[in-house]
């Protein structure tokens, strides 16, 4: 981009978004585009089908900005009012293009509905002097103008699958030779495991304030990510910048660290014990299936992962787990004892070279003054009759599938760490 | 909202968003609030974490609405800006509240980490004449203020969970008290299964159109809904209106009708066993544990679910549900035969009055010519013994989770109409 450069921006179209009606996934789809491409994108607009509203805001954009992505209102009904806002912000007319049309006519040609398509007639105007963006996956056909200095607008369609052809096949080359410059952006995400966003954030103060790399933490349900994000020219350049703070972001957290970009608990486990040719089972009774669920959701958990026994009534837990009645009454069967006897029992009951049990109460009922909602118990059974016990309380304030899915956190996380001391 | 009334906005706030990392989920739920509180929504912005660009946008706001609802920005890391900029933008100070201190401190002294919380001391600071948002699920308050006549600034952070119930134990009360008109938007949504969208729309073409009320169709994976909305003064006036367009589609769409507003598959399915006194259990293996953790997610589901057996491995399969080896050398483990056995078997193993057994190809290796990714087998055992089989083909531009999912949909689906077959 020039070094005049202003930047650009996103605007999304259509009463539906302020409604509630559909989650904006397009923006953030060309947020991520504009990243890849290092191009300087720091707002974005969301109005209705609303032409004044559209003008206004388009004219307040043209003023700061020099390039404009827009989607939605392309489309032929009365209220798809883009193109018609946009030539209007600028005092443009819009001109049929016939060719449009023959095509439009050609691609509706084999359709099977027996419909009047006049009044798609609309998507062929345009101003005299824009480009036409190809729908290849649809009728509405989007536009590249510059209609002031200085100042572009790239539009397209709200449907997500027709805009991202028409970005991948017309826009992306015209915005490379146009606004970018010779750099782009490159990230690679660590994520971890076990620790707090606020630990992260504090132990490493100093990083957040770098300029290139730059460092930024994210925080999910018992999940943090730092994403370092370098600009360069090239991905070998990209890496190296990336490369010295990540050695020290990895010396100073070490096994807090499970994985990069796309690895997630489950499948940083499934390769752990792949690599080992070990195999695991679960017998779960808070969890109710999520810890099968979150190995199974993954492709390649067959090569790992036995099955499990759902163990969700006391009943169960005694005819498939083998755990005494003696045991549920005198203990409970929230309890070390018992969670503990079900990894053993499933272990040995299956087959396999890991077990994992848990027992806990997810609430929002169940819950006493001794055992409170919250309250989890997690036993791993290894290989060579190995226990490891763990008792978790998490926050009152949490519901239900929050306490279900830290929980699961919790277990793959702890034979994540077993796996890795083991093999040390 | 007063006659000079100029509107709500919400501003989002995160360079994660512009990056591309997040979806923007938030907007679109405070969106579907305001539609509910009938306030008059007309514009949605997003910035970074940069506080010049923040308190640009949030002056140009308040020239222009009366309500500003803001996501994001109010932890305790160094690019947490919001409240700092919203304050300068009006240049008024920060000062702390000890009583927050204090509470923060109370929220984390029964957590399990050894952390350095000093930096959330950082979220005490308002505004003096702020009314501070308690946030019952996480440490980072938000805020009411009001910096400038006919123009209030609420203020939420970006975690989903604690926004939402930040908004529900005290925005709704405020904002309808303050901003709504004598009128409210009520909503009441129809919840589909077993039926397309595009059909659903067909046959209702006509009601489409209809202004008050207004019905206007979803679509998410495997499930459709109608949101019928009424504008009313009241919710008995709303329920009027709604009525009579309500009764017409329950007539039309009857049995593929499952439930209305927070229900879901598996909240309806508890529902019906419950009301049967009925349990249930399930042999998982293509959905490996997400059938049972459908049911599990719901609070109340012990009262009807008891266990289930995830045979992963045709081992398993073996040796947990009887099933023969000559009958899965046979059928393969994902055929009819082998699934109806699953079910009967795991009945009788477990002792329940209904069984559900699932085997398929979830992809995207595994496939055949004769048995494709997408083939999955259902079977239903019933108290009677009756046995209902089901044969599924997903399509083949389904991914893993999405055949999964879908397949429990079917299950669920499946027994639910089963079972008002049943009583009928």
């Known amino acids: 981009m020039s070094s005049n450069s202003k930047g650009v921006e996103i605007l999304s179209i259509g009463t539906e978004l302020l409604l509630g009606n559909i989650i904006n996934t397009n923006s953030q789809w060309i947020s991520e585009q504009l990243s890849q491409l290092g191009l300087n994108h720091f707002r974005q607009s969301t ?8 003008i206004k805001v388009i004219q307040e954009i043209s003023k700061r900005s020099n390039l404009l992505i827009t989607t939605g209102g392309l489309g032929p009904t009365p209220d798809d009012l883009t193109t018609e806002a946009i030539a209007k912000s600028f005092n443009v007319s819009l001109f049929e293009r016939p060719h449009l049309w023959d095509e439009i006519k050609q691609k509706l040609s084999n359709s099977n509905f027996q419909e009047d398509f006049s009044i798609l007639r609309k998507q062929c105007f345009f ?8 729908n290849p996956r649809g009728t509405a056909p989007g536009m590249i103008w510059e209609p002031i200095k200085d100042f572009t607008i ?3 369609p709200g449907v997500p699958s027709e805009m991202k052809t028409m970005w991948e096949e017309t826009a992306v080359e015209f915005i490379k030779t146009k606004f970018s410059d010779s750099y782009s952006f490159f990230s690679n995400t660590l994520k971890f495991a076990g620790i707090g966003e606020s630990t992260v954030a504090e132990k490493i103060k100093d990083l957040l304030n770098l300029k290139n790399p730059t460092v930024a933490p994210y925080a999910n349900l018992g999940e943090v990510k730092l994403r370092i994000t370098a600009r360069a020219k090239n991905v070998v350049e990209a890496k190296n910048i990336i490369k010295p703070v990540k050695e020290k972001l990895k010396k100073e957290f070490s096994k ?7 690895d997630t608990l489950p499948s940083v486990l499934i390769k752990e014990l792949s690599k080992r040719n070990q195999t695991i089972v679960f017998a779960e009774s808070c969890t109710g299936g999520l810890l099968s669920s979150s190995l199974t959701s993954i492709s390649g958990s067959s090569q790992v992962f036995k099955g499990s026994i759902i163990s969700y009534s006391n009943e169960l837990k005694n005819s498939l787990l083998n755990i005494s009645e003696n045991k549920l009454n005198k203990y409970g ?3 070390e004892e018992v969670c ?28 006493t003054q001794e055992k409170p909602v919250g309250l989890v118990f997690i036993s791993i059974a290894g290989p060579t009759n190995h226990i490891t016990n763990i008792k978790k309380i998490f926050n009152s304030t949490r519901i239900r599938t929050e306490i279900q899915t830290l929980s699961v956190n919790v277990c793959l996380n702890s034979l994540r760490l077993i796996l890795l001391s083991n093999s040390k």
């Open 47 to 54: 109005v209705g089908d609303n032409c004044d509203r559209i």
């Open 127 to 134: 101003p005299k002097n824009a480009q036409i963006i190809n």
């Open 154 to 156: 790239l539009t397209f």
């Open 256 to 262: 807090f660290i499970f994985g990069e970009d796309n």
């Open 333 to 335: 069967a929230v309890s």
């Open 340 to 367: 503990e006897a079900m990894a053993i029992n499933v272990k040995n009951r299956l087959g396999a070279d890991w077990a994992i049990a848990i027992s806990g109460i997810a609430g929002p009922n169940g819950g």
